[in-house]
C-alpha cells in the first residue's frame, strides 16, 4: 500500500499506545490518533511498518456510541488529554484488558487472579503540577487562521504542540489542575504582555520569560517556579506582583535557565517568597496514620495525588508486612513508599540512582520521625549486589517501582538470589514488567494484578503486581 493511499471504512477496535487507536480493515492493521473504539473512519497511510500502517485521521464517517463531549476546548489541538472524547468507563475497561493481556501474552502467566481496573477518584482537576512554555509567537490553529482577516504573531504560554518543540499553543484554560492556576497563569501573562517582558523564542534564543512550573498539595497550597534567561528588574517585579496578588502561593523561586534545552534540574535557584518547600500529607486507611513529604523546587513525587495515596494503600496492604520482617523498596525516589510502610516492618532499606532524591528521602524521614529506614544512592544494579544483600540482610519483602525501561536483569537475578517472600511490583509499563516477572518463574508465582488509572484521558496506567516465594 502506497504512502499517501486513502482507506475507507477503517473500524476502530481498540486503544493503542500514546494516545493512539488501533483500526483495521481487511486483516490490515492501522495506528492512528483523533478517533476512538467503535468509530468507522477514513484514513490516510503515512509510513508502512512491518506489521501495521501509521496512518492519519482524515473524516470519522461513523460516530462510535462511546464518544463524549470533551471538557476541553483545546482538546483537538493540545494532545496531552488524547480520549476526552471517550466514555471514561470504556477508558477503563480497555486500559484492564490491555493490561491483563500483556501479563498473560508476554510474560506467559495464567491462573493469577486479574482484580478490576482501580479507576481514579477524579477525571479532571487531578494534577498537583504542571509545566507550561512562554513563546514569543504562538502556535495558531486552523480555526484562528480562518476566521482571521489577517495572521498576526503574538506571545502565547501553553503546552507544546506534540511533536513540535517550537510550537506552542496559547491555553487560557486547562482541566488538568484546580482552576487557580488558571488564574495566575493567565495574570501572569497579562502582566507580562502589559510590561513588554520578552518571551523566550526557541529559534533565537533570546528572550526573557522561558517557562513557568506550578505545583500544589491538598491543602491549597501552591509553589511558583519561574524560568528565566535573564533575572532582570522587570522579572523580579513581576514574580514581586503575583506572589502579592496570590496569597496562596507558599514558595516562588526564580530559576536562571541559559541552556538550549529546557531542563532546569542543574540551573540555579532563587527562592524570591516564602518556604523553599510545600508539604503533602497521605493518610493510612487501616490506622489513620499520616506520613508527610517535603515537595522542593526539583523534587520528584507523584503528580495525581489522590490516586498516589490509594496506590500506596495497595502496595501497604499487598506486602502484608510483619514487624519481624526486612523490607527492601528499590527505586525509592523520595522515600515516599518507603516511609509509607515503614510503620510495619522492622527496617526498611531504600536503594534510589538519584542522589538529591535520596536526600529528600531523609529529610522526609527525619521528618515523620521515622528512624527505622536507610536509603542509599546509586545505580540499582551497582549498588543491589550479592555484598549489599550479605551486609543488610535478606529481605522478606522487597518492593520495586522502577522506571519505563523496567529493571535490569542483574537487579532481578539478585532478587532471586535474596528470595525475599513476597515481591510487590508496581510499574507504569505492564509490558516490561510482565518481560521482568517471566525471568522471576522458576522462584516466584504471580498471585494478582490489579491496574491503577493515574493518568484519565491518557494511555497511560499502572500495574500493581504480587509475587510469591514458590515453597516458601
Same mark, same amino acid.
Given at each position: 500500500?502506497?504512502?499517501?493511499?486513502?482507506?475507507?471504512?477503517?473500524?476502530?477496535?481498540?486503544?493503542?499506545?500514546?494516545?493512539?487507536?488501533?483500526?483495521?480493515?481487511?486483516?490490515?492493521?492501522?495506528?492512528?490518533?483523533?478517533a476512538?473504539?467503535?468509530?468507522?473512519?477514513?484514513?490516510?497511510?503515512?509510513?508502512?511498518?512491518?506489521?501495521?500502517?501509521?496512518?492519519?485521521?482524515?473524516?470519522?464517517?461513523?460516530?462510535?456510541?462511546?464518544?463524549?463531549?470533551?471538557?476541553?476546548?483545546?482538546?483537538?489541538?493540545?494532545?496531552?488529554?488524547?480520549?476526552?472524547?471517550?466514555?471514561?468507563?470504556?477508558?477503563?475497561?480497555?486500559?484492564?484488558?490491555?493490561?491483563?493481556?500483556?501479563i498473560?501474552?508476554l510474560?506467559?502467566?495464567?491462573?493469577?487472579?486479574a482484580?478490576?481496573?482501580?479507576?481514579?477518584?477524579?477525571?479532571?482537576?487531578?494534577?498537583?503540577k504542571?509545566?507550561?512554555?512562554?513563546?514569543?509567537?504562538?502556535?495558531?490553529?486552523?480555526?484562528?487562521?480562518?476566521?482571521?482577516?489577517?495572521?498576526?504573531r503574538?506571545?502565547?504560554?501553553?503546552?507544546?504542540?506534540?511533536?513540535?518543540?517550537?510550537?506552542?499553543?496559547?491555553?487560557?484554560?486547562?482541566?488538568?489542575?484546580?482552576?487557580?492556576?488558571?488564574?495566575?497563569r493567565?495574570?501572569?501573562?497579562?502582566?507580562?504582555?502589559?510590561?513588554?517582558?520578552s518571551?523566550?523564542?526557541?529559534?533565537?534564543?533570546?528572550?526573557?520569560?522561558? *517557562?513557568?512550573?506550578?505545583?500544589?498539595?491538598?491543602? &491549597?497550597?501552591?509553589?511558583?517556579? !519561574?524560568? #528565566?534567561? @535573564? +533575572?532582570?528588574?522587570?522579572?523580579?517585579?513581576?514574580?514581586?506582583?503575583?506572589?502579592?496578588?496570590?496569597?496562596?502561593?507558599?514558595?516562588?523561586?526564580?530559576v536562571?535557565?541559559?541552556?538550549?534545552?529546557?531542563?532546569?534540574?542543574?540551573?540555579?535557584?532563587?527562592?524570591?517568597?516564602?518556604?523553599?518547600?510545600?508539604?503533602?500529607?497521605?493518610?493510612?486507611?487501616?490506622?489513620?496514620?499520616?506520613?508527610?513529604?517535603?515537595?522542593?523546587?526539583?523534587?520528584?513525587?507523584?503528580?495525581?495525588?489522590?490516586?498516589?495515596?490509594?496506590?500506596?494503600?495497595?502496595?501497604?496492604d499487598?506486602?502484608?508486612?510483619?514487624? *519481624?520482617?526486612?523490607?527492601?523498596?528499590?527505586?525509592? &525516589?523520595?522515600?515516599?513508599?518507603? !516511609?509509607? #510502610?515503614? @510503620? +510495619?516492618?522492622?527496617?526498611?532499606?531504600?536503594?534510589?540512582?538519584?542522589?538529591?532524591?535520596i536526600?529528600?528521602?531523609?529529610?522526609n524521614?527525619?521528618?515523620?520521625g521515622?528512624?527505622?529506614t536507610?536509603?542509599?544512592?546509586?545505580?540499582?544494579?551497582?549498588?543491589l549486589?550479592?555484598?549489599?544483600?550479605?551486609?543488610?540482610?535478606?529481605p522478606?519483602?522487597?518492593?520495586?517501582?522502577?522506571?519505563?525501561?523496567?529493571?535490569?536483569?542483574?537487579?532481578?537475578?539478585?532478587?532471586?538470589?535474596?528470595?525475599?517472600?513476597?515481591?510487590?511490583?508496581?510499574?507504569?509499563?505492564?509490558?516490561?514488567?510482565?518481560?521482568?516477572?517471566?525471568?522471576?518463574?522458576?522462584?516466584?508465582?504471580?498471585?494478582?494484578?490489579?491496574?491503577?488509572?493515574?493518568?484519565?484521558?491518557?494511555?497511560?496506567v499502572e500495574?500493581?503486581?504480587?509475587?510469591?516465594?514458590k515453597?516458601a
Amino acid at each position: 500500500m502506497k504512502k499517501g493511499s486513502i482507506v475507507e471504512g477503517v473500524e476502530i477496535v481498540d486503544i493503542g499506545v500514546k494516545g493512539k487507536v488501533i483500526g483495521k480493515k481487511e486483516g490490515q492493521v492501522y495506528m492512528l490518533t483523533g478517533a476512538v473504539p467503535g468509530d468507522v473512519v477514513t484514513v490516510q497511510v503515512r509510513k508502512n511498518k512491518k506489521s501495521y500502517k501509521e496512518a492519519m485521521l482524515k473524516s470519522v464517517d461513523q460516530l462510535s456510541a462511546d464518544r463524549t463531549t470533551p471538557e476541553c476546548a483545546f482538546f483537538e489541538h493540545c494532545g496531552g488529554c488524547n480520549w476526552q472524547n471517550f466514555q471514561y468507563d470504556k477508558q477503563l475497561e480497555l486500559k484492564g484488558l490491555k493490561v491483563n493481556q500483556q501479563i498473560r501474552r508476554l510474560g506467559g502467566f495464567e491462573g493469577f487472579e486479574a482484580i478490576d481496573i482501580m479507576g481514579a477518584p477524579e477525571q479532571y482537576f487531578y494534577r498537583n503540577k504542571l509545566e507550561f512554555t512562554f513563546v514569543d509567537q504562538r502556535w495558531l490553529t486552523p480555526e484562528e487562521i480562518k476566521n482571521s482577516g489577517e495572521i498576526t504573531r503574538q506571545p502565547g504560554l501553553g503546552f507544546h504542540v506534540p511533536g513540535r518543540f517550537d510550537w506552542v499553543l496559547h491555553i487560557d484554560k486547562c482541566h488538568l489542575l484546580n482552576d487557580t492556576h488558571n488564574h495566575i497563569r493567565n495574570f501572569i501573562y497579562e502582566t507580562a504582555v502589559a510590561k513588554n517582558i520578552s518571551f523566550y523564542s526557541p529559534h533565537g534564543q533570546v528572550g526573557t520569560l522561558r *517557562n513557568m512550573v506550578l505545583r500544589s498539595n491538598l491543602a &491549597g497550597e501552591w509553589m511558583l517556579l !519561574l524560568m #528565566v534567561k @535573564d +533575572k532582570s528588574d522587570d522579572v523580579r517585579a513581576l514574580a514581586a506582583e503575583v506572589g502579592e496578588k496570590f496569597p496562596e502561593i507558599k514558595s516562588l523561586f526564580l530559576v536562571h535557565n541559559t541552556k538550549v534545552n529546557d531542563n532546569y534540574s542543574d540551573c540555579p535557584v532563587e527562592l524570591i517568597k516564602g518556604e523553599d518547600h510545600i508539604i503533602e500529607s497521605f493518610e493510612r486507611v487501616n490506622d489513620g496514620g499520616k506520613v508527610k513529604y517535603i515537595i522542593g523546587p526539583k523534587s520528584f513525587f507523584q503528580t495525581n495525588t489522590k490516586q498516589a495515596q490509594n496506590l500506596y494503600r495497595l502496595v501497604y496492604d499487598w506486602a502484608d508486612i510483619k514487624p *519481624n520482617e526486612l523490607v527492601y523498596d528499590l527505586y525509592t &525516589g523520595t522515600g515516599s513508599i518507603a !516511609l509509607f #510502610v515503614a @510503620d +510495619k516492618a522492622k527496617h526498611v532499606v531504600g536503594v534510589e540512582y538519584v542522589p538529591e532524591a535520596i536526600e529528600d528521602a531523609k529529610k522526609n524521614a527525619a521528618l515523620n520521625g521515622v528512624e527505622n529506614t536507610s536509603f542509599f544512592a546509586g545505580d540499582m544494579k551497582d549498588i543491589l549486589t550479592s555484598e549489599f544483600i550479605a551486609q543488610h540482610g535478606k529481605p522478606d519483602v522487597l518492593i520495586t517501582d522502577p522506571p519505563r525501561a523496567g529493571m535490569h536483569e542483574d537487579v532481578v537475578n539478585r532478587i532471586l538470589e535474596a528470595e525475599p517472600k513476597r515481591v510487590v511490583y508496581v510499574s507504569c509499563d505492564p509490558a516490561t514488567q510482565a518481560r521482568d516477572m517471566a525471568l522471576m518463574k522458576e522462584k516466584y508465582e504471580l498471585v494478582k494484578i490489579q491496574p491503577v488509572d493515574m493518568f484519565p484521558h491518557t494511555s497511560h496506567v499502572e500495574n500493581v503486581a504480587l509475587l510469591i516465594l514458590k515453597n516458601a
